[in-house]
């Protein structure tokens, strides 16, 4: 069992910038992929960005560029640093995490946070 919190959200104004953070505990092991998700009101949830313990990272088109995925393996924690947030970007995010090192689609992963709300105002 692996457990997931997710902190970090807020309101900012367009153009600012936000840090996700993403706590994971539990049975966690040495191979995996963690992602960034979010869903916004009215829209399907979309992956975002993904890290893998092999070293690769992907984002979705719509955030390259501005947000950066990153880890703390000391502390298990996975960060999100979202920059130029434009009101496109408001949503609700879902850190995840998947016990091997493939990362998408989302369905390959298997514990996910509750999320933490992200709004952007213009």
């Known amino acids: 069992q692996v457990s997931l919190v997710e902190s970090g959200g807020g309101s900012v104004q367009a153009g600012g910038f936000l840090r996700l953070s993403c706590a994971a505990s539990?049975?966690?092991?040495?191979?995996?992929?963690m992602g960034w998700f979010r869903q916004a009101l009215g829209k399907e949830r979309e992956g975002v960005a993904s890290?893998?313990?092999?070293?690769?990272?992907n984002y979705a088109d719509s955030v390259k560029g501005r947000f950066t995925v990153s880890q703390d393996n000391a502390k298990n924690t996975l960060y999100l640093q979202m920059n130029g947030l434009s009101p496109d970007d408001s949503a609700i995010y879902y850190c995840?995490?998947?016990?091997?090192?493939?990362?998408?689609?989302?369905?390959?992963?298997?514990?996910w946070g509750r999320g933490t709300q992200v709004t952007v105002s213009s």
């Open positions: 890290l893998s313990s092999d070293g690769r990272t």
């Open positions: 995840a995490y998947a016990p091997w090192t493939t990362c998408w689609p989302a369905t390959k992963f298997t514990y």
């Open positions: 539990g049975n966690t092991i040495s191979t995996y992929c």
